[in-house]
């Protein structure tokens, strides 16, 4: 396989996992009047648990990909190793928001339990999704000039 391949299919590889990221992001803040409006035989709560464990799988898949993408820069170099270097650093920013997004989501999963010690009041939960909100515009600039590298590169 050529760099050139070994290069996209790690980018495909990467946007997959994103994929997984971005449709658990969804499923756990969209709007939905099921979430809204408790209505016997209507209202679906929002299932923190199962989402937790989704996120808990993404994460070593995102490692696992990074430390690929890392051992394969070694063997590059101009725009492609800039291309790779830059996949790198947009994984562990994407690595750093699922990780934020866990912490979130795994208080919230802890307060729909019920558990003792969750004490995950509404000061807290602000502070953690704002963290969670810098984060993913960090990876999001990263993906910018990514695009336009993957075009020179492909």
């Not at 648990?49 to 063997?75: M, T, W, Y």
């Not at 190793?81 to 912490?103: F, P």
Request: aromatic share 10%.
């Amino acid at each position: 396989m050529t760099s050139k391949e070994q290069i996209v299919k790690l980018s495909w590889n990467v946007n997959d996992l994103l994929s997984q990221y971005v449709a658990i992001h969804d499923d756990v803040f969209k709007t939905s009047i099921r979430h809204a409006i408790p209505i016997p035989g209507i209202f679906k709560p929002i299932d923190f648990g199962a989402h937790l464990k989704k996120i808990e799988n993404v994460i070593p898949q995102l490692v696992n990909c990074d430390n690929r993408i890392k051992s394969f820069a070694e063997n590059l170099g101009g725009q492609e190793r800039e291309y790779i270097d830059l996949l790198s650093k947009y994984t562990d920013a994407l690595i750093e928001t699922v990780n934020r997004l866990k912490v979130v989501v795994g208080a919230l999963y802890d307060k729909s339990q019920s558990f003792v010690n969750s004490n995950y009041d509404w000061k807290n939960y602000k502070s953690d999704l704002a963290k969670y909100e810098q984060s993913v515009q960090d990876y999001m600039a990263i993906g910018g000039r990514l695009n336009e590298l993957f075009e020179k590169v492909k």
